[in-house]
């Protein structure tokens, strides 16, 4: 079954006040008002729709540099596992390396997070004197790396070329995007003369598109032309491109033709001397 994931908004107010109403969570909003009143005062959630009706929602917060997330409800089945994935996602993409979260301590809703790979690390009770369970998860780092030999494979996959050319050693200008262990995407720095350095444009699995790494990598990239002696960089104008084209601009990318070319500059501070 497919699901969409999106933020949950004030107009979603009854669908997902009637989903907590049939649900025994202590502190969820049962009513419209109750959960339009939570959403004006801070609180933020996630819904999962599967044929344009709201079948899960998941309350999320950041505290002390770790995500949180309750108040988890699932009408179908998967839908709960979406959401948590959601909200692993989000943690990952703000550079959050632990997620945690407070359920129900029962034998059935402890073995379901452990199959989404949390442990528990407390157990205490809640305002109720219901046993609580407290459980945590510790995220892959989500990060864009130089290119190893061992990452070959992963790239011959994401940009169709010939693996053997990235198994003789690690390419200068050649970085990966990596989750944990795991290449999900590429990007590569060409020198091509007069110092203009050409970028490929990034190559990313699908399931990690719309999420900033995209103007990650080629932010990486840019670093490196820039310390390496290049004064322009120049990348294709891509559709893959156009979710980071914001983040490009604001890094002092422009659009000329066909091209994204940014030229290196250092800025000139105030109190520099000047000379006609």
Not at 13 to 19: F, G
């Amino acid at each position: 079954m497919l699901f969409t994931i999106r933020a949950a908004g004030g107009e979603d107010a009854a669908a997902i006040a009637e989903l907590y109403a049939r649900s025994p969570l202590a502190e969820a909003p049962t009513t419209a008002a109750a959960f339009e009143l939570m959403t004006q005062t801070g609180h933020a959630f996630l819904l999962a729709e599967s044929n344009g009706a709201i079948c899960g929602a998941v309350r999320y917060f950041d505290e002390e540099g770790i995500g949180w997330f309750d108040l988890l409800v699932s009408a179908r089945p998967w839908a709960g596992v979406h959401l948590v994935r959601a909200v692993q996602r989000g943690c990952q993409d703000r550079g959050l390396r632990l997620v945690r979260c407070r359920c129900s301590d029962t034998p059935v809703i402890e073995d379901y997070f452990a199959r989404l790979g949390f442990l528990p690390i407390g157990r205490s009770r809640n305002a109720d004197g219901e046993p609580e369970l407290l459980l945590e998860r510790r995220l892959p780092l989500l990060t864009v790396r130089e290119q190893r030999r061992s990452d070959a494979e992963a790239i011959g996959d994401l940009t169709g070329e010939d693996p053997c050319v990235f198994e003789q050693g690690a390419r200068p200008g050649a970085f990966v995007a990596s989750d944990g262990d795991r290449v999900v995407g590429f990007i590569q720095c060409s020198d091509a003369g007069a110092g203009v350095a050409v970028f490929t444009v990034p190559a990313l699995d699908s399931r990690y598109r719309e999420r900033g790494l995209e103007a990650w990598m080629v932010r990486r990239a840019a670093s490196y032309a820039e310390t390496n002696g290049f004064h322009t960089a120049e990348m294709p104008i891509d559709p893959a491109v156009e979710p980071a084209s914001k983040a490009l601009e604001d890094a002092y990318w422009v659009r000329e033709g066909n091209l994204w070319r940014r030229i290196f500059f250092t800025p000139k501070h105030a109190d520099d001397d000047w000379e006609a």
